[in-house]
């Protein structure tokens, strides 16, 4: 890989979210809590929501039509198709089957992750690799989630977080010195308990965790989460960082997963930059897991934040428990 001759980054980017808005203010009316409390405690003010007989993929099939347009691409040029999901609207077919139909992807292949909210960045080391190595030319990254049909909204600690959404990018060669310069990640299974949603199988134990009728919902113990979070997304970007020979002064944006303000707030104060070299909208979408990043992304490139030969660093953490970081020298 050090040798080749071009540089591997995103050709074109794209996200889509729900049209219906659920506000704080809404939710005072569905449990016991407030704005104030929310806003406080997580920085959310309010997020997208998907209506209750709408598909998460039809999410990711307009965030990936927009990528690849913003690519200059035909979709029949994507030769492989992989989305990140928490949340897929059925085991199979897959959610990358489902849009690789929908967009007309005739030639690619396609293949579902699921590394929760760290999904994103583990479909960009995937990608870089395939691309590296001439397995594949253009590669549809789509992060699509729908984790609001996975919400106990009896649960006022946990259906205060998450929203809904998509965001997507296309993968491919781009000009020498610049793109994905490096990538880390990692998982510790041992902690997963912390946070998880059950799917063809609920043991004994995670049925006592969930108080409600709906028993496969997301649960989560929020102060373990929190300190793992904290400590992971400054140790990744740390890592990142060191194996590319760059400093955080080097990099002119972060885009962290986005969670909760107070996890972006602790990773910075151990990094040692102020929440301005962060780039922040939970505030609008609360945690739509792997989709945060690749939406602000987005958000942040339409912007202007970001200009051609600059560094921006990419840093989460998930369920699993999962973490990983990205510098890349942006290429547009």
Same mark, same amino acid.
């Given at each position: 890989?050090?040798?080749?001759?071009?540089?591997?980054?995103?050709l074109g980017i794209g996200m889509c979210l729900p049209e219906s808005i659920l506000?704080?203010?809404?939710?005072?009316?569905?449990v016991d809590t407030s704005d104030e409390w929310i806003i406080k405690r997580t920085g959310i003010s309010e997020r997208r929501i998907l209506d209750k007989d709408e598909p998460a993929y039809k999410l990711g099939v307009k965030a990936a039509q927009r990528a690849i347009e913003d690519a200059g691409l035909k979709p029949e040029e994507i030769d492989f198709i992989i989305v990140t999901t928490t949340s897929p609207d059925y085991l199979t077919p897959s959610m990358s089957c489902m849009i690789q139909s929908e967009i007309g992807a005739v030639n690619a292949a396609a293949l579902d992750i699921n590394a929760a909210c760290t999904g994103f960045i583990y479909a960009l080391k995937i990608?870089?690799?395939?691309?590296?190595?001439?397995?594949y030319k253009n590669i549809l990254l789509v992060a699509c989630e729908g984790l609001s049909k996975v919400v106990d909204w009896e649960d006022r600690a946990t259906c205060v977080l998450f929203g809904d959404g998509a965001g997507a990018v296309v993968i491919g060669a781009v000009e020498n010195g610049l793109g994905i310069v490096k990538t880390c990640v990692g998982a510790d299974g041992s902690i997963g308990h912390n946070l998880t949603i059950p799917c063809c199988y609920l043991s004994n134990v995670d049925l006592e965790k969930r108080v409600h009728e709906n028993k496969r919902v997301v649960w989560m113990d929020g102060s373990e989460v929190f300190k793992f979070a904290v400590k992971a997304m400054a140790e990744a970007a740390s890592k990142v960082l060191d194996e590319s020979n760059f400093s955080i002064e080097d990099i002119k944006l972060i885009i962290p997963h986005q969670a909760n303000v107070r996890i972006i707030d602790g990773a910075a104060k151990r990094l040692g930059?102020?929440?301005?070299?962060?780039?922040?909208? =939970?505030?609008?979408? &609360?945690?739509?897991?792997?989709?945060?990043?690749? @939406?602000?992304?987005?958000?942040?490139?339409?912007?202007?934040?970001?200009?051609?030969?600059?560094?921006?660093? =990419?840093?989460?953490? &998930?369920?699993?428990?999962?973490?990983?970081?990205? @510098?890349?020298?942006?290429n547009r």
């Open positions: 890989m050090d040798n080749q001759n071009f540089g591997i980054g995103i506000t704080n203010y809404d939710l005072e009316k569905m990608a870089e690799a395939l691309i590296a190595n001439g397995c930059v102020s929440l301005d070299k962060m780039y922040i909208n =939970l505030n609008k979408y &609360g945690n739509i897991s792997s989709a945060s990043i690749p @939406v602000a992304l987005k958000e942040a490139v339409d912007l202007n934040l970001i200009k051609k030969g600059e560094l921006v660093l =990419l840093v989460g953490f &998930g369920g699993g428990l999962t973490w990983g970081s990205t @510098v890349m020298r942006w």
